[in-house]
Antibody
């Protein structure tokens, strides 16, 4: 059974870059779609973007200008960078794997999430 | 972008009762690419239903989904204590993938 674990700083200063890594165990990072989703405290879920096919990406238009998702297959990891953060980017950030290998697939496996606070 | 609207913010129900949650899309969701998730406090969401009506692996059969086009429903036939949670719908037919705002099912 695949497991995902987010890691990275829990505190980021305004205007700086948020960087998170998702480490995948129990399965290879190949074949599936790997995504980042966030949830501001007490609010709903927002898809940030996905990576697949060894480097192809798909981003939410609302974040596209600030987001970069990459993968490191040798480490079975993928990463999120979000630059120029503001208080509005404070959230629990989840990494997730697609339920199937199809482009049109829901999020079947999730990490536990990591809280990122934006403050000076 | 497809906007998903979950009409009820909170449903107050008793153990053993039937829960009916709705999700309406601002435009047709292609091929019924509609999923439902359950989120308990402090936990990550869990996939319940995909393809509008297919249960994900390990999901009890008291959970069922229906609908097509722009109107979808999640039904929990008899509420168990662990079912009191927040439920989200999500469409994955048209990028960007979007979620509804959630419906909380609470104990009456």
């Amino acid at each position: 059974q695949v497991q995902l674990q987010e890691s990275g700083p829990g505190l980021v200063k305004p205007s700086e870059t948020l960087s998170l890594t998702c480490t995948v165990s129990g399965g290879s990072i190949g074949s599936y779609y790997w995504s980042w989703i966030r949830q501001p405290p007490g609010k709903g879920l927002e898809w940030i973007g996905s990576i697949y096919n060894s480097g192809s990406t798909n981003y939410s238009p609302s974040l596209k200008s600030r987001v970069f998702i990459s993968e490191e297959t040798s480490k079975n990891q993928f990463s999120l960078k979000l630059n120029s953060v503001t208080a509005a980017d404070a959230a629990v950030y989840y990494c997730a794997r697609s339920y199937s290998v199809s482009y049109h697939s829901p999020f079947g496996s999730w990490g536990r999430g990591t809280l990122v606070t934006v403050s000076s | 972008e497809i906007v998903l609207t979950q009409s009820r913010g909170t449903l107050s129900l008793s153990l053993g009762e039937r829960a009916t949650l709705s999700c309406r899309a601002s435009q047709s969701v292609s091929s019924s690419y509609l999923a439902w998730y359950q989120q308990r406090p402090g936990q990550a969401p869990r996939l319940l239903i995909y393809g509008a009506s297919s249960r994900a692996t390990g999901i009890p059969d008291r959970f069922s989904g229906s609908g097509s086009g722009t109107d979808f429903t999640l039904t929990i036939s008899r509420l168990e204590p662990e079912d009191f949670a927040v439920y989200y719908c999500q469409q994955y037919g048209s990028s960007p993938w979007t979620f509804g705002q959630g419906t909380k099912v609470e104990i009456k």
